[in-house]
């Protein structure tokens, strides 16, 4: 082999380093955000082991009981985020989930480069290429923190040390009694990983005695750590956990619902965060690719072989899987890259090899970037949290019971027991299929909801503050009133139970279900004043709620005062940053005050922000300050943007306006047309409509023919 003496020294780690940093920096100040709530029912259950010190048998946060006892096969890792919350806050659950993540991004340039067995510039590029796959690959499901990045970690491990580092196998079995308590319901795939590595030993050592068998210092690590995972304490009774989850739950969970497998011959090639799911789909085809290639020379492993068969038969199985395929198929792409690198005799030049390795790393650092996108407020993303109803309930309620829809109530548990039990969370191993299915249909069948009331008597009800519907079921029952709202859940209170506190907080103007589209300029003055005094009352309970300092700047806005609305934007602007909705009450503010330069600037800032259904009105805004800026070009495309003249639903106002900028910007020819179809659209009532589109056509010259 040709050497190169100061490139092995140094280059084999540099471009790793430059990921590892680059990754670390990212993730480090990436804030915990509620992708899902799985993280606070962890919180909760370690929070109650370290008080009770034993672990629950029962949902002892709700009153709907389990069917079966619960087996916390978890609680390790309930213990470990609750111990580090309770020691450090969310940063130090921010650090946990980088290292997690880190430390299995490692574990694949480590397996890769030995792999390899070499430092030349061959080898460089494809394992940091490969690696740069896995990092992106892994980030949808180690973003959120839950014991599965410990089982990919975990996996990722034993290959590395099975293959690479058999002095250390006995490392194995300790590290598998941690995991078996940290994420044991996962144990299957343990026993594919332990069992492959098995096979291939007992069938190298039955059909190839003759033959040194380079698994023989690890097989009798692998035999106990088969038994090391039934160090738990549910014991036996964790083996049949996996294979008898409650039924239907998949249909409900997104992440539990099968997938075909056609869905990853797809690869979009786009430089920006859909890179995440081409590397998804690469590595998942490069996998069944690389087996088939190692299989034609002869050189697939039975342990590769069984890997990849159990990977396989799991992947259509859920989504979730995908992940677990990812990990347990390392070995067949680390096998298929060092081939594919010891059959080039040519090297390759080291500049164009570090040319394209600060490229790898550069496009991995910048989809990651573009894949977590505008940055939330940290530690924490409170947009996605029922913070102010838990604060209200605590502050103002009696205690209780609560029934919630099921996908926030581990964050409900956390904040609300044991002054409240809530009905269910997302525990799906937990909980019956019926309770699952009355925690969704409750808040949309009365009837169902009847029966929910007259079997566990609530005295609040919690639904989700954009299940607009929820209105006209829970109008049959009229003892619940609407009395609190925030970003994510509205609050009804029976007033027969709690007659005073719906009596102070009963919510008469502002509404959960149409605040957005209210018109508060329109509104009389009565009616604004009460919607200020409610709105006073949710920013009580929750001073940085966005939603109420968004009603707050509005309502400034409407009562002409420009500067107090600036001062609640700013809120909104500091405590969600990633959130359109500040910087467009900001230029709303900077427009009302006639400064158009900064309101555009502020609109463009809120465009950049605002998810799809939310552009609309941030494009209307920016309209608007584009024409009294006189810039009728920009003003006519914006416009035309979200008012497309040929769909019926464009209403005539529109078309007039379109036709205004369009003759404005001289586009003559468009304006002639635009105002054809608003005088074919406008009602004979509306005569100054009418009187406007005569008035606009007559000033334009005669068209030539």
């Not at 088939?292 to 068969?309: K, N």
């Not at 164009?352 to 940290?378: D, E, M």
């Amino acid at each position: 082999m040709r050497q190169f003496p100061r490139l092995t020294r140094t280059w084999p780690y540099l471009p790793f380093v430059l990921l590892f940093l680059g990754l670390g920096v990212l993730w480090g100040r990436w804030p915990i955000a509620a992708l899902d709530f799985d993280l606070w029912y962890h919180l909760t259950g370690g929070a109650y082991i370290a008080e009770h010190l034993h672990l629950p048998t029962e949902p002892f946060f709700s009153y709907i009981q389990a069917e079966k006892t619960w087996l916390d096969y978890y609680w390790l890792y309930q213990l470990l985020v609750h111990g580090l919350y309770s020691l450090a806050g969310y940063p130090a659950l921010v650090a946990l989930r980088g290292c997690i993540f880190l430390a299995s991004v490692a574990c694949v340039w480590a397996y890769l480069r030995r792999a390899c067995r070499d430092d030349g510039p061959n080898a460089l590029l494809p394992v940091l290429v490969l690696t740069c796959a896995y990092a992106l690959a892994l980030q949808p499901r180690d973003l959120i923190l839950r014991p599965h990045a410990v089982t990919y970690l975990f996996v990722l491990f034993i290959h590395y040390i099975v293959n690479y580092r058999p002095k250390l196998a006995w490392l194995l079995p300790l590290c598998t009694v941690v995991w078996a308590n940290i994420h044991g319901v996962e144990y299957p795939v343990l026993l594919l990983v332990f069992g492959a590595y098995l096979a291939e030993y007992f069938s190298q050592s039955l059909f190839f005695k003759t033959k040194p068998n380079p698994l023989r210092p690890v097989r009798w690590p692998l035999i106990v750590s088969l038994y090391a995972i039934l160090a738990t304490p549910a014991g036996l009774d964790l083996l049949p956990k996996p294979f008898f989850s409650p039924p239907f739950h998949e249909l409900s969970v997104m992440e539990l619902a099968p997938q075909p497998l056609l869905k990853f011959l797809g690869l979009q090639l786009a430089l920006d965060g859909r890179l995440v799911d081409a590397a998804v789909n690469a590595l998942v085809v490069g996998a069944v690719l690389g087996a088939i290639w190692l299989a034609v020379l002869r050189q697939l492993r039975v342990a590769q072989l069984v890997l990849l068969a159990g990977a396989l038969v799991m992947l259509p199985m859920m989504i979730r899987f995908t992940f677990e395929f990812m990990v347990l198929v390392l070995p067949i792409l680390g096998d298929a890259l060092a081939v594919w690198v010891a059959r080039r005799r040519r090297q390759w030049d080291v500049r164009l090899v570090a040319a394209a390795s600060l490229v790898c790393v550069g496009l991995t650092l910048w989809s990651t970037n573009a894949y977590l996108g505008h940055r939330p407020y940290f530690p924490v993303d409170k947009s996605r949290l029922p913070e102010g109803v838990c604060n209200f309930l605590l502050e103002q309620g009696p205690g209780g019971r609560v029934y919630n829809i099921a996908n926030p109530g581990g964050y409900l548990e956390w904040r609300l027991y044991p002054k409240y039990q809530i009905g269910m969370d997302m525990q799906t191993m937990l909980f019956a299929t019926k309770d699952l299915y009355a925690a969704n249909a409750a808040f949309s069948d009365k009837n169902v909801l009847a029966r929910i009331i007259g079997q566990y008597d609530p005295g609040f009800l919690l639904a989700h503050v954009g299940d607009k519907d929820f209105k006209k079921v829970i109008a049959e029952f009229p003892q619940f009133e609407q009395v609190y709202f925030d970003d994510v859940l509205v609050v009804y209170a029976d007033a027969g139970k709690y007659p005073e506190l719906v009596q102070r907080f009963r919510l008469q103007v502002l509404d959960y279900a149409d605040w957005q589209s209210t018109n508060f300029e329109q509104m009389d003055q009565e009616h604004r004043t009460k919607a200020a005094e409610e709105c006073r009352r949710l920013l009580e309970s929750y001073p940085g709620g966005l939603t109420a300092n968004t009603i707050a700047a509005k309502l400034f806005l409407a009562g002409d005062s420009p500067a107090q609305a600036t001062i609640q934007a700013d809120v909104v602007t500091r405590l969600y940053p990633d959130r359109f909705m500040g910087y467009a009450l900001k230029g709303l503010a900077a427009f009302a005050n006639g400064r158009f330069e900064e309101s555009l600037a502020w609109q463009k800032r809120a465009l950049d922000r605002a998810m799809p259904s939310e552009r609309e009105p941030v494009l209307r805004n920016l309209y608007a300050s584009h024409v009294r800026l006189n810039q009728m070009n920009a003003a006519y495309n914006t416009l035309l943007e979200i008012s497309n003249p040929m769909r019926p639903a464009t209403s005539v106002k529109d078309l007039y306006d379109l036709a205004l900028t369009a003759i404005a910007s001289g586009r003559e020819r468009q304006g002639r047309v635009l105002l054809t179809l608003a005088r074919l659209k406008v009602p004979p009532t509306d005569a100054k409509m009418v009187e406007d589109i005569d008035a606009m056509a007559a000033m334009l010259p005669p068209e030539a023919n």
